[in-house]
């Protein structure tokens, strides 16, 4: 299985929308949907902000939002805050009980 | 609230075996709805899933990395384990364990991450 295709790195200003793309396969994001989401603050564990394509878990504000058409799934980012600054990783069921991940997108709050 | 610590050797020599164990509190490792999963990440690099194990003992491996891993549960201690054989300088990472959501397949608990070198 190969990773998940993101962009290296996305920006934009606070109050700003700012969307992630995850581009995978008919295999992984386009067979299932079960898409995650991970925000990683540098030195933290990953924290889980979007599953089911577009599920929030309780607590993570409705400024995060999930979509998925065909084989690549978004995350867009509402009203930017200087706090949404990390790296964020998707995720996908790639069949047979295995998980693949994007190799990582650098969210900057200008 | 559920808690996952990951311990072991912060060092291990080239060619050796990586073992590491996650502890689980606040929870019970036996529940049916869960699997349970090693991440890790080398250092400025991303994400990349290991495996992971049920209860029962059932376990799903990387394609990748299948070859040199092995996941173990141990239900009594409320624990799981990961070995990594024939270790390389590109095995250094943070070595996270994660708890995985049966229907839905997220990742909804972490622990904080281990930093494991391979080094002589």
């Not at chain 1, 993101?6 to 994001?29: E, H, K, L, N, R």
């Not at chain 1, 995650?36 to 993570?60: C, D, F, N, T």
Request: charged residues 15%; proline residues 5%.
């Amino acid at each position: 299985q190969s990773a998940l295709t993101q962009p290296p790195s996305a920006s934009g200003s606070p109050g700003q929308s700012v969307t992630i793309f995850c581009t995978g396969t008919s295999s992984d994001v386009g067979g299932y949907k079960y898409v995650s989401w991970y925000q990683q603050h540098p030195g933290k564990a990953p924290k889980l902000m979007i599953y089911e394509v577009s599920k929030r878990p309780s607590g993570v504000p409705d400024r995060f939002s999930g979509s998925k058409s065909g084989n690549t799934a978004s995350l867009t980012v509402s009203g930017l805050q200087a706090e949404d600054e990390a790296d964020y990783y998707c995720n996908s069921y790639a069949g047979s009980n295995n998980l693949v991940f994007g190799g990582g997108t650098k969210l900057t709050v200008l | 609230q559920l808690q996952l610590q990951e311990s072991g050797p912060g060092l291990v020599k080239p060619s050796e075996t990586l073992s590491l164990t996650c502890t689980v509190s606040g929870g019970s490792i036996s529940s049916s709805s869960y699997y349970w999963d090693w991440i890790r990440q080398p250092p400025g690099k991303g994400l990349e899933w290991i495996g992971s194990i049920y209860y029962s003992g059932s376990t799903y491996y990387n394609p990748s990395l299948k070859s040199r891993v092995t996941i173990s549960v141990d239900t009594s201690k409320n624990q799981f384990s990961l070995k990594l054989s024939s270790v390389t300088a590109a095995d250094t990472a943070v070595y996270y364990c994660a708890r995985q959501v049966d229907y839905g397949a997220e990742l909804d608990y972490w622990g904080q991450g281990t930093l494991v070198t391979v080094s002589s």
